[in-house]
C-alpha cells in the first residue's frame, strides 16, 4: 500500500497523559498536513508542513500540542496533558506541493484517540 | 469571515436514482473546490474538483456544478449504487482544506 498511513489507529488514554500520532506520507510528496475531526463534523485544520518547515498553525493548535517532521518524510504530533475535549480522530494529508492550488491532498485512516 | 456549509444532513436515495449533494459557502474570492468521500472509519477519499473559472466538470458518475453568482456547488452522481453510501464534504482549497458539516448518503435497494 502506497497511500498515506497512520499509527496507531485506535489510541485510548486517561486525562492528563501524553500521545504520539504518527504519519507517514506518500513517498514523494513534499506537504504533509495534520488535521483534526469530531463526530459528526468536517476535519478542522492543525497545521502544515512543507518538507520539514512547519508553515502554518491553527489556533486550535494549542500549546499542549506539538508536531514536527524533522527528515521532511514522515511526522508525529504529540499531545501533551490530555483533556477530555482532545478526543478525536487525528487526520494526516499529504500532497505534492504543486503550485496554483490544485494540489490534491490525499489522507491516512485517522488516529481516533479517546480520552478517558 | 470563511464557511463552506451543506444544506442537507442526510440524504437517503434508491439504488440505481441520481443523487444530489449540495453546498454553499460564503466567501465571493474562493477560487478553488473539492468534493471529498468519507466511509466510516475511513480518511476522507478526494472525488472531483472544480476551479472558479469553470461551471462544470465531469468524472466518472459525478459531476459537479459551480454556481458562483448564488456561491453554490453541488455533486451529482449518477446511478447510486450502494458502494457510494458514506458522507460526503465539499471543501474550499488555500494552501490547507476548509470542510464543511457534511451529508450523509444512504442508498437503499
Known amino acids: 500500500d502506497t497511500g498515506v498511513s497512520q499509527n496507531p489507529r485506535h489510541k485510548i488514554t486517561k486525562r492528563g497523559q501524553n500521545v504520539t500520532f504518527r504519519c507517514d506520507p506518500i513517498?514523494?510528496?513534499?506537504?504533509l498536513y495534520w488535521y483534526r475531526q469530531t463526530l459528526g463534523q468536517g476535519p478542522e485544520f492543525l497545521t502544515y508542513?512543507?518538507?520539514?518547515?512547519?508553515?502554518?498553525k491553527s489556533r486550535l493548535l494549542s500549546d499542549r500540542f506539538s508536531a514536527e517532521r524533522p527528515k521532511g518524510s514522515f511526522s508525529t504530533l504529540e499531545i501533551q496533558r490530555t483533556e477530555q475535549g482532545d478526543s478525536a480522530m487525528y487526520l494526516c494529508?499529504?500532497?505534492?506541493?504543486?503550485?496554483?492550488?490544485?494540489?490534491?491532498?490525499?489522507f491516512g485512516p485517522g488516529t481516533r484517540l479517546t480520552v478517558l | 469571515g470563511e464557511s463552506v456549509g451543506l444544506h442537507l444532513p442526510t440524504l437517503s436515495v434508491q439504488e440505481g436514482d441520481n443523487s444530489i449533494i449540495n453546498c454553499a459557502y460564503s466567501?465571493?474570492?474562493?477560487?478553488?473546490f473539492i468534493w471529498y468521500k468519507q466511509e466510516s472509519g475511513k480518511g476522507p477519499q478526494f472525488i472531483i474538483d472544480?476551479?472558479?473559472?469553470?461551471d462544470k466538470r465531469q468524472g466518472q458518475r459525478v459531476t459537479v456544478l459551480l454556481n458562483k453568482t448564488v456561491k453554490h456547488l453541488s455533486l451529482q452522481i449518477a446511478a447510486t449504487q450502494p458502494g457510494d453510501s458514506a458522507v460526503y464534504f465539499c471543501?474550499?482549497?488555500?494552501?490547507?482544506?476548509?470542510f464543511g458539516t457534511g451529508t450523509r448518503l444512504q442508498v437503499f435497494p
Open positions: 494529508a499529504s500532497s505534492m506541493g504543486l503550485a496554483g492550488g490544485q494540489d490534491t491532498q490525499y
Open positions: 513517498s514523494e510528496h513534499n506537504r
Open positions: 508542513f512543507q518538507n520539514e518547515a512547519q508553515l502554518e
Open positions: 466567501n465571493s474570492a474562493s477560487d478553488y
Open positions: 472544480i476551479r472558479s473559472n469553470m
Open positions: 471543501a474550499e482549497k488555500t494552501d490547507k482544506l476548509i
